[in-house]
């Protein structure tokens, strides 16, 4: 939570964050401040002390919303600054920087580096600024060891944020259900009223629509993959395709709060009117892999544990997995879960990439979604819910949604 | 356009461009792959050669309809990797880039640097990498001379998809006002058939609705900015503030192609019922000065020519702006307008930023957009529209819109 950064700071020798970027899809920046149209910033947080907002003076009213103090860029002109930088541009918004730093006190110390941002003008400013602060080092973590573990576990404020979403999200999911189970179907391709067949790209218009309509944005897109593309986890289906019953339908919606915000993510497969037996029997597998997974989930134990177990499970139902193969390209090839918050993938992590740190203490927010994939046999299987590491060392489901495999057509 | 980017590369003496992030609401990976769902993926470019794409292998599939070469980040798996790297993880992902580099036939030269990420991570293992390759100079720029001078200027299927934004952008644009003018008012405030008054939030959420609908995202909001709100330029409104009849509104409107793609900018000033005498002048003054503006379009000439006319014109009306005091908060305080496309700003720029390289040439697209700024006295005033140079030498607007400033009631 927030209140860990500063000793996060101090345990791991970090006396400044440099944090840059918009406060909208920006996660440190919109932790930071709260969010909100603001397109360009720059937030610096020296250890024990509050954070000072920089920002252009169109947006100073946006930039006050944080509650932050709030400092203007034009309070750093930048035409001396050409002019002491011979007209280099680069030099100059360094210089720039330079200044910034020294007038919130940083003039020593280890910085570190924060922002969704382009990564070329940083780049190049940084390259210009290290020089010019020979006693500042800047350091930029592909673990990082402060805001991530700070952002793992959520307050109650930010488990009803995400309680929001996943009320909105599973809202969505069951008008995809009613919606695609009320076309008539001719030759197995389900019918528009127009007369044309529903494609996948009609289905992802309406589900963007009803996102909307409930106040939540979907920025990183929705898997909407049938068939073969099913069987391949990430593929989020081709616009072009037709809906067709009896097919895999993977349905993973991740979308995030108007502006940018908490994420939510969930996953069902369906297949329209009927399944193959090979199917449901597929299916009902990850069912019980998923039901227990989520049985056993125990706070204070590393979430990488699951992922193992998971493997052991699929594995002891003959299907290939990364933990047999790493190049495994069928059955069950991702991992178990990840955490969730102002990312749609963040600490705690199951899989490859999780440290000793990727453990369910009280407040990390998870995904558990156990998943087998047969592209070759063009189809593929994914269910996903969101729970919660509650303080009385239970894990709570955020929402509700049924299981059925197979959704009936009801023309 | 895409065409010139080797010999951009040649001038300014880049050997290759590495591009990272996702294809989504990433400009440089958007431009070069033709975006879809690639959430991470790595894209180096040598100069005269085809781009490769490297990507994880659950996107295989969605990298593949780039066109480009896809190689997938499991043929350099981390195990081996880590152990390189005495299990230092960054240090295991510079090795990676190392080998992906060197694998694709680059040694040495100079690398530049592109993508919308997360800084920290890329920062990181830049630090690491940078020993890994003593013949290779990794440079980003502020002033980008190789991608943004390519795409400054847009190919006719460019031009196509920004239209389609336009005539998405106009008409939600013309459903926000029916949807403001149908409704009844008690005490100079819009009242919704519920009874309660109409806010800002109520407004943006049905923007957002069309939008969606239409096959449109909004990823950088919209601006609704009523009375004080909209005498300060980049103030979005305030979610809370009710609809009133008599105060200026400004609505800049700026969506893009969902998924991330082209974007649209836009922006009428209008006045619901009535408007004051004073509000009456001062919007006739900034339709004035952009239609002198519009007429005196001319190719082939400084984008910030029109910049000083815009200050030239508002100072002759008495207004201070940004000319006569680079601090004014009142008057004219902004730039007359910047490129668009992939970026709601790029190249070529208007205002303090411009170079010598924002020349109006055939293919730019660029708005136009003089405003005035008086919060003190509760009001503002911006008319925007978007126009792209033709071939013929001419400059055509994307959609028409009406001009109005007071919209009468309907009710």
């Not at 289905?203 to 963007?208: E, G, H, L, Q, T």
């Not at 069912?287 to 990488?304: H, M, R």
Request: with cysteine.
């Amino acid at each position: 939570m927030k209140n860990q950064i500063d000793s996060l700071m101090q345990e791991h020798q970090i006396d400044a964050l440099l944090v840059t970027g918009s406060a909208m899809h920006n996660p440190a920046m919109v932790y930071l401040t709260g969010g909100g149209h603001i397109t360009s910033a720059d937030l610096i947080k020296i250890r024990h002390k509050p954070a000072v907002l920089f920002c252009g003076v169109m947006e100073r009213d946006e930039a006050a919303k944080s509650g932050l103090e709030v400092r203007l860029f034009s309070d750093y002109p930048l035409k001396p600054l050409l002019e002491q930088a011979g007209q280099d541009y680069t030099r100059a918004l360094a210089l720039r920087y330079r200044q910034m730093l020294l007038d919130v006190g940083l003039n020593k110390g280890r910085v570190a580096l924060y922002g969704q941002v382009e990564i070329g003008p940083l780049y190049g400013i940084l390259k210009e600024l290290t020089p010019l602060l020979p006693d500042v080092e800047f350091v930029g973590f592909t673990r990082d060891p402060i805001l991530m573990p700070a952002m793992m576990t959520k307050d109650p404020q930010e488990i009803e944020r995400i309680r929001r979403m996943a009320k909105i999200t599973t809202e969505v999911v069951g008008r995809t259900a009613e919606y695609l189970t009320h076309h008539r179907v001719e030759d197995e391709v389900l019918i528009k009223p127009d007369g044309k067949p529903l494609t996948i790209a009609d289905v992802k218009s309406r589900i963007n629509l009803w996102l909307s309509e409930l106040g939540a944005e979907n920025p990183e897109g929705t898997i909407f993959a049938i068939g073969r593309d099913a069987g391949v986890p990430h593929s989020s289906g081709n616009p072009a395709d037709f809906v067709r019953l009896g097919k895999t339908i993977v349905f993973d919606i991740f979308p995030c709060e108007a502006g940018g915000g908490y994420y939510y993510d969930f996953t069902r497969t369906w297949s329209l009117g009927y399944a193959a037996d090979e199917a449901l029997e597929l299916y009902q597998q990850v069912k019980n892999v998923y039901d227990t997974i989520v049985s056993e989930l125990t706070q204070q134990t590393p979430f990488a544990q699951y992922q193992q177990r998971t493997c052991q499970l699929f594995e002891a139902l003959g299907h290939p997995t990364i933990q047999s193969d790493p190049q495994a390209q069928e059955g069950y090839i991702h991992s178990v879960g990840h955490g969730l918050g102002l990312h749609v993938h963040e600490m705690p992590f199951s899989g490859a990439v999780a440290g000793q740190q990727d453990q369910l203490v009280p407040g990390v927010v998870i995904t558990i979604e156990p998943g087998l994939y047969y592209p070759s046999r063009e189809m593929g299987f994914r269910i996903e819910d969101t729970y919660f590491a509650r303080e009385d060392g239970g894990f709570e489901r955020f929402a509700d949604y049924p299981y059925d495999f197979v959704l009936p057509m009801r023309t």
